[in-house]
């Protein structure tokens, strides 16, 4: 204890036995404090003033009190025991705590912030970053391959050269997150691909196979970021705040693409394509300043967290203590996480095409031009991006109502798949533009209620595992954002789009009937 502080009273005309007082140090208010000691006494206290405080205080010797006896009834009913627990309950901090915990009402405001909070914004805001590294490439390979004079086929190869470290890195991503802590894993994630996106300019201008190298690159350190995101947030996030949050996350990526598509043009045209690279690279470090100043792998590691919310978040968390070893046997064992990994398949299957086919529809479909066909990209990632925070929240809503998990993650994902599903077959009725594009939206809109659905089922059925387990079923998502985006190319030109969109409907009936069957929102991996 730094500093003793005791109270000390004498009365005169005081009663034959004196409360006993804790030493503490003590902070009141108020002078001119009145305190009832016995039927027919009152005390009143002269404040000493110390420093910026005003308190009561004794080094040495003793602190004498005034006081006043006033007349009262003798027959008054004995006064109850003196509560100085109540008196003193203002701004008391207890010198004999050695556990380190400060209550919230003595540290500032800001700082009152959940930090359970602060870790998922600082996660969005690493997904949007993630985006825009990813989709500037998308706008300057236009200029790159003019100036190169690249085929288109070196232009497809060039872009399907960030899958290739991508899907390497999916379940090393979610073992390493697993072990050694998602902040490590995350940040490492952020720096590598910042710099592999800063290096893009000077690779293109070598040569071809640098350039193969560096997107491949970057690949790899995208490629851990869902893995680590999920891993860290099953230890700071409740399961009544799960949905929400990882809406948020998610939202991140959308935002982050239509931040890419914005700001790529404007800076290509001043200051040439290879600015998108550097600005947009540099800002992982500014990011990365912050993460290390806040982020934490777990809530037992902040030494700022406030003992209130560590509380709330350690009595709704599962046991979070290190992973030493991969259980595949038993995961791999169990038919929910194959319904996890199936539905991730079907869900991305359609995904992915519509993302990535969706200009070429505009322009080939719709007749609209480059430039329209690029502004009209943008709206479904608005839509998902509103609509996944609104998933996230009425998802929470009902698991807070008493609504099970596993009832509520079925219905999320339900309309994940049938929405996009019933709006992908009314494209082939539709003949203006803009009907088609608002078809499109609320097609994307609506799938965007799978971050509330199968997005966070990874953390419901095996917490300790979810980066791993995310690892998993998402390395089936980039398959079928592989295979999906090149046999689209195909039936185009051997069918028409109406085909197009039939097998991205019937794998989305499959992912429902499936995800109904055998997934649960319960945990099944301790």
């Not at 008196?87 to 800001?110: C, E, H, K, L, Q």
């Not at 802590?181 to 996106?197: N, R």
């Not at 996890?340 to 080939?364: A, D, E, R």
């Not at 592989?482 to 030109?493: C, D, E, N, P, S």
Request: aromatic share 12%; glycine share 8%.
């Amino acid at each position: 204890m730094n500093t003793s502080r005791a109270l000390l009273i004498s009365l005169y005309s005081a009663p034959k036995t004196h409360p006993q007082i804790s030493p503490r140090a003590t902070s009141l208010p108020n002078s001119g404090l009145l305190l009832q000691l016995c039927p027919c006494q009152r005390a009143h206290f002269r404040p000493i003033y110390v420093g910026n405080g005003l308190s009561w205080r004794v080094k040495s010797g003793r602190v004498r009190a005034d006081v006043k006896s006033e007349p009262c009834d003798i027959a008054e009913s004995p006064p109850d025991s003196v509560q100085f627990g109540k008196v003193f309950a203002t701004n008391i901090v207890d010198d004999d705590d050695d556990d380190g915990d400060v209550t919230s009402a003595a540290v500032p405001w800001w700082e009152q912030f959940p930090r359970r909070w602060v870790i998922v914004i600082l996660c969005f805001s690493a997904f949007l970053l993630c985006n825009m590294d990813r989709v500037n490439m998308s706008i300057a390979i236009l200029p790159m391959a003019s100036e190169s004079h690249w085929s288109m086929t070196t232009v497809g190869l060039i872009q399907s050269s960030f899958f290739w470290g991508y899907l390497l890195t999916q379940i090393a991503g979610g073992i390493w997150a697993d072990t050694v802590g998602g902040k490590f894993v995350l940040g490492f994630g952020v720096v590598w691909w910042s710099i592999a996106t800063i290096l893009t300019p000077i690779a293109a201008k070598l040569g071809l196979p640098y350039l193969l190298v560096v997107r491949a690159f970057m690949g790899v350190g995208e490629g851990v970021a869902m893995p680590a995101m999920n891993n860290i947030l099953s230890k700071w996030v409740p399961v009544s705040e799960r949905s929400r949050s990882l809406a948020l996350v998610y939202s991140g990526m959308y935002l982050g693409s239509v931040t890419g598509l914005a700001f790529s043009p404007m800076l290509i045209h001043k200051f040439g394509w290879p600015s998108v690279f550097y600005s947009f690279g540099s800002l992982g470090t500014v990011w990365l300043a912050l993460w290390l100043n806040m982020a934490h792998s777990s809530p037992l590691e902040d030494p700022k967290l406030l003992p209130e919310e560590k509380k709330l978040i350690l009595r709704n968390s599962s046991s979070k203590e290190p992973v030493k070893s991969i259980p595949w046997r038993l995961i791999l064992s169990k038919p929910p996480v194959w319904a996890l990994i199936v539905s991730h398949f079907c869900h991305n299957w359609g995904t992915f095409i519509l993302l990535t086919w969706m200009p070429t529809y505009y322009h080939q479909v719709l007749k609209l031009n480059l430039t329209e066909s690029g502004l009209f990209s943008v709206f479904p990632w608005l839509t998902m991006a509103f609509a996944a925070n609104l998933g996230g929240w009425i998802a929470d809503t009902l698991v807070s109502r008493g609504v099970s998990v596993t009832i509520v993650r079925k219905i999320m994902q339900t309309i994940g798949f049938l929405g996009p599903a019933f709006f992908l077959t009314q494209l082939t009725h539709i003949e203006t533009p803009t009907m088609a594009v608002l078809c499109m939206a609320c097609s994307q809109g609506l799938d965007a209620f799978s971050q509330s659905g199968l997005y966070s089922n990874h953390q419901d059925i095996a917490p300790r595992y979810s980066g791993v387990l995310l690892g998993l079923s998402n390395t089936a998502g980039v398959l079928a954002g592989v295979f999906g985006t090149a046999a689209t190319g195909y039936i185009l030109q051997h069918g028409s789009w109406d085909d197009v969109f039939q097998v991205s409907v019937g794998l989305y009936l499959v992912g429902t009937v499936v995800w109904n069957l055998f997934s649960t929102g319960e945990k099944i991996v301790d």
